[in-house]
């Protein structure tokens, strides 16, 4: 039998009607069962500063780095800007990835996905994520990819997706999500 995993969504868009936020809730609500879906808040993390990494670090530091701690993996969920990833999505990674031999992303199950009002889907911000991801040592399912493009077209204000289509396709990528966390437990 398959147990339930504890996925950590991280959505890089801090704005309250953010399209990728509306993604990140679309995946919450159609996840399959095995899948607990719990989207976690970057914005008030403080910039990482060395100097503040002590025995007591900023107290939202702990609390994220205990919460990704404890999951069984994380879900990015990204916009693109300027052709890479926002800066509130860069900062969690490295607030997660310190104190240096203490990185809460070491063998970490993981998926990128985006959406954008653009043609690309935030494709160019994936990527580069999925760079980052590699060096944190995220093991990044492969396989479907998910970026989708001129999404405020489809995913309406009540964060509903017009497009059966889409939806397939979307529970496909959490199919292959939740075995790949699987294959990696």
Avoid: C
């Avoid at 969920?77 to 992303?105: D, F, I």
């Amino acid at each position: 039998m398959i147990s339930e995993r504890d996925v950590v969504v991280l959505v890089g868009s801090l704005r309250r009607a953010s399209i990728n936020l509306r993604l990140a809730k679309v995946l919450q609500a159609i996840a399959p069962t095995r899948l607990t879906l719990d989207i976690v808040p970057i914005g008030d993390l403080p910039l990482y500063n060395q100097d503040l990494d002590t025995e007591k670090p900023p107290s939202a530091w702990a609390a994220f780095r205990d919460r990704v701690r404890r999951s069984d993996a994380v879900l990015f969920v990204t916009p693109e800007y300027n052709r890479s990833l926002p800066a509130a999505l860069k900062n969690a990674l490295e607030v997660g990835s310190r104190p240096y031999g203490k990185s809460v992303w070491e063998n970490k199950p993981g998926a990128v996905t985006g959406a954008s009002p653009g043609l690309l889907g935030g494709s160019a911000a994936a990527l580069h994520l999925r760079q980052i991801l590699v060096s944190v040592n995220v093991a990044v399912l492969p396989q479907p990819e998910v970026y989708l493009s001129s999404a405020d077209k489809f995913i309406d204000e009540a964060g509903l997706i017009s497009s059966d289509a889409t939806n397939a396709f979307l529970g496909n990528f959490l199919d292959a999500f939740g075995a790949w966390v699987d294959k990696l437990a």
